[in-house]
């Protein structure tokens, strides 16, 4: 499986941004997507998941601000992200569980996205 993200950019304090993630290669056995972050000297963090049957999770933080969704027909996952803070600035990263790994793992393989920028001025 293969992640193409697209969506960062720079953005002003108030802003909104979409960012989409799309999967390519052997993709029918995709369960879980979800978006992490990483700012600068910290370490990377959760944002937001959604199952494969629409469950979803967010971080404290971004609750009521971001919306995580995804489009199974298109294998592509999207974070809409409203009322960005300079706090959200960050390389954001997609990730999503495969499906395809070992019975150890209980079949749990994830991939990451080459990570995009999203940098909210003040």
């Known amino acids: 499986v293969q992640l193409v993200e697209s969506g960062g950019g720079l953005v002003q304090a108030g802003g909104s941004l979409r960012l989409s993630c799309a999967a390519s290669g052997t993709t029918d056995s995709i369960r879980a997507m979800a978006w992490y972050r990483q700012a600068p000297g910290k370490e990377r963090e959760l944002v937001a998941e959604?199952?494969?049957?629409?469950?979803?999770n967010y971080a404290d933080s971004v609750k009521g601000r971001f919306t995580i969704a995804r489009d199974n027909a298109k294998n592509t996952v999207y974070l809409q992200m409203n009322s960005l803070k300079p706090e959200d600035t960050a390389v954001y990263y997609c990730?999503?569980?495969?499906?395809?790994?070992?019975?150890?793992?209980?079949?749990?393989?994830?991939?990451w996205g080459q990570g995009t920028l999203v940098t909210v001025s003040s």
């Open positions: 959604i199952t494969s049957g629409g469950r979803v």
């Open positions: 990730n999503v569980d495969t499906g395809m790994g070992p019975i150890e793992t209980n079949g749990r393989l994830e991939v």
